[in-house]
């Protein structure tokens, strides 16, 4: 007996080292139990119905009572449904969800990734796109509003627009979900039962606002919200001048609802820059025209004007200029309580942001023997600031500082030279004396700003000569832009088209149709709806267009010719189709096209409830109606939903445990060492 009992006990620590040495394990062991809630709070839920209906406070009561029921280590998450999802605090949940719409699908797909072995329940009632089944347990309780009786405006049909001073007529299309009583607009609303009727409206003008005015389930789809814009047949052009235009329009400086823009060399803020770019982009013709206050000149490099206009602000090459300044003895008299060098240095340094970065730039005060050396013109704050800081004093020597400057000329490698001289003209040289650096200038171009107002002896070095009269007054733009060879004096144009006195230089950008020329530099170009002149109806720059007629057809040419659309609605989505590809915008924002068969362009765009204006090609094609937004325009349970997302219950089940795998070794080994140490006890104490 003694034996057999030992060798029992060897047998089963054999068989307990064995286990552990293949690290057996159990089966399934119990741990924490997962659920996820998942709370519809969208608009919809918000509906009266009749009293056993579940609202989203009686909802998070139901969640509240079963967290009740969990273990210490048992884990839960509330996930809010609404436009997008939330996950909210399981003690103190707030409805901070946009209630405008329900992203059931969203939160199933969250739920399922975080329930691991669990479960979800869902409180819902079901008005959403029909969600995928989640693929853990998924159980479902109705709630939202219970056989609610609603109205609501389902459709709105009005013409695409009205001309100035008509009325217009409405079809409105009433749905209810059972007998109601109303009135819209002073009439009879009857509904005996479920069904849609029609309702015409004449005599409308202007925009119109107005309810349902019925007791029913849901007051926020009653709305009537209702516009048709006037659109004349002549198209409404507005002129942006401050000198006549051969044209008729209306003067101003907003471009809101018109059709074509005509800009006539007019300083435009930050502001009005964008606004014009934004009316091309809305479908609106747009004529450039030149002038000082225009293309480079109006600062327009880089600006959404210029990425809208067929030419470029600057020509496309680079200049290399020397700015000559007199810093003598007569700078330091005082104008309105400044002296000339501050004066002249300071519009200068404004004045040099006429030039590319990538121009060179130099400067020769005199007569102080402290010239600047060329570096890039994007560096022009520091040659404005080291001027500016130069004590004036000495005689008015003008020719060693031009021969300065044409010995570092030699050293540019821009294309164009040029040389801006800034000074009183009050100096003592010989004309013989000029002369001499004149011959020397060859192609180097030269620009004389006199701050005196006149020339006096520089009549010698020729040039071009701006008499300043007013010095208090300085503006540099005008010189630094003809030293900068952004204006030009044309000699020669295309046939047919008149001479002007003076014209910007530009560059054409790839995509324009270039249609007139003058000394080879664009005169006219076209790209689009927008059409960019380089000439100006102003004095000092018409020349032979002061009497040209063809303004007129220029802006007939850019005028928006419109177009046709069908629209309709697929749910919030406002869906747009031509026959033609082209620029569709709805309020004013741009709708993508995506060609959709031989003749069939569609485009698609997310509006809110209300009227929405569509226009093609700049023209108003079509308004369109979303009577009250999609989350509202069905209320109730949705039963054979709520069956496709899981298990339909009516209280809550008990929580599923998760499973793990008990790993044995330790038990194993234990129980070995016990075993071992009852043998030896078996064999010491049993004889």
Request: with cysteine; glycine share 10%.
């Amino acid at each position: 007996m003694r034996s057999t009992v030992r060798s029992i006990l060897r047998i089963i620590v054999v068989a307990c080292l064995a286990g552990a040495i293949a690290d057996l394990k159990a089966p399934w062991r119990s741990g924490p139990r997962t659920r996820i809630y998942v709370v519809d709070a969208s608009a919809s839920m918000t509906a009266v119905g009749e009293p056993q209906s579940l609202t989203i406070a009686d909802a998070l009561k139901l969640v509240e009572l079963d967290l009740l029921r969990t273990r210490p280590d048992d884990r839960s998450t509330l996930i809010l449904v609404g436009a997008r999802t939330v996950i909210a605090d399981l003690k103190a949940p707030v409805l901070n969800v946009d209630p405008m719409g329900t992203d059931l699908d969203g939160a199933l797909r969250q739920a399922e990734a975080l329930a691991g072995d669990g479960d979800i329940v869902v409180l819902t009632d079901g008005r959403a796109p029909v969600p995928l089944p989640p693929r853990v347990p998924t159980f479902v309780i109705a709630a939202g509003p219970v056989d609610p009786i609603d109205a609501r405006i389902s459709a709105v049909q009005l013409p695409p627009f009205v001309r100035p001073g008509e009325t217009y007529t409405a079809r409105v299309s009433i749905s209810a979900s059972g007998a109601l009583r109303g009135k819209l607009l002073g009439r009879d609303i009857v509904f005996d039962g479920p069904g849609t009727q029609d309702f015409i409206f004449e005599g409308l003008r202007g925009p119109v606002n107005a309810e349902i005015e019925l007791a029913d389930a849901c007051t926020a789809n009653n709305a009537l919200r209702l516009d048709v814009l006037e659109r004349d047949e002549k198209p409404r052009v507005l002129l942006m001048t401050d000198a006549p235009l051969p044209i008729d329009g209306d003067r101003g400086r907003d471009p809101t609802g018109y059709d074509v823009i005509v800009l006539n060399n007019v300083a435009l803020a930050p502001r009005e820059n964008e606004r014009l770019a934004a009316a091309v982009r809305s479908g609106a013709g747009l004529v450039i025209l030149g002038g000082s206050n225009s293309y480079a000149g109006g600062r327009w490099a880089g600006t959404p004007l210029e990425s809208v206009s067929p030419l470029w602000a600057f020509p496309d090459d680079r200049v290399a200029l020397v700015v000559v300044l007199d810093c003598s003895g007569s700078m330091n008299e005082s104008i309105a309580g400044r002296t000339k060098m501050h004066v002249v240095t300071t519009a200068l340094g404004e004045a040099l942001s006429l030039l590319k970065d990538d121009d060179e730039l130099a400067a020769v005060p005199f007569p102080v023997d402290q010239p600047i050396p060329f570096g890039p013109a994007s560096k022009r704050g520091d040659v404005a600031e080291t001027l500016r800081r130069i004590d004036a004093g000495g005689p008015t020597e003008i020719a060693p500082a031009l021969k300065r400057a044409l010995d570092l000329l030699q050293g540019a490698t821009a294309g164009r030279k040029h040389i801006l001289l800034l000074s009183d003209c009050e100096t003592e040289e010989s004309p013989e004396a000029l002369k001499a650096v004149a011959a020397r200038l060859g192609g180097v171009g030269l620009t004389i700003v006199g701050t005196a107002g006149t020339r006096g002896r520089l009549e010698a070095l020729g040039g071009d000569f701006i008499g300043i009269l007013d010095l208090a007054k300085l503006d540099l733009a005008q010189a630094v832009a003809r030293s900068r060879g952004l204006e030009l004096q044309p000699k020669a144009v295309d046939a047919g088209w008149p001479l002007p006195e003076r014209i910007n230089r530009t560059t054409a950008k790839q995509a324009a149709e270039i249609v007139a020329r003058a000394d080879g530099v664009p005169l006219l170009a076209i790209q689009g709806r927008v059409a960019a002149a380089t000439f100006a109806f102003e004095q000092g720059w018409a020349g032979g267009f002061a009497s040209w007629t063809g303004l007129a057809d220029l802006v007939r040419r850019v005028t928006p010719t419109g177009g046709s659309a069908h629209v309709s609605f697929d749910g919030d989505e406002l869906v747009v189709r031509t026959s033609k590809p082209g620029t569709v915008l709805v309020d004013d924002g741009a709708v993508p096209l995506v060609q959709r068969g031989s003749s069939t362009w569609e485009g698609r765009l997310r509006v809110a409830a209300g009227t929405h204006i569509v226009r093609v090609e700049g023209r108003v094609a079509a308004s369109a109606v979303l009577p009250c937004p999609p989350e509202l325009a069905a209320l109730g349970v949705d039963a054979a939903a709520l069956d496709r997302i899981g298990t339909r219950v009516t209280s809550l089940p008990e929580r599923r445990g998760s499973t793990s795998p008990l790993p044995l070794r330790g038990m194993l080994l234990i129980a070995a060492l016990v075993l071992f140490l009852a043998d030896i006890a078996v064999d010491t104490f049993w004889r």
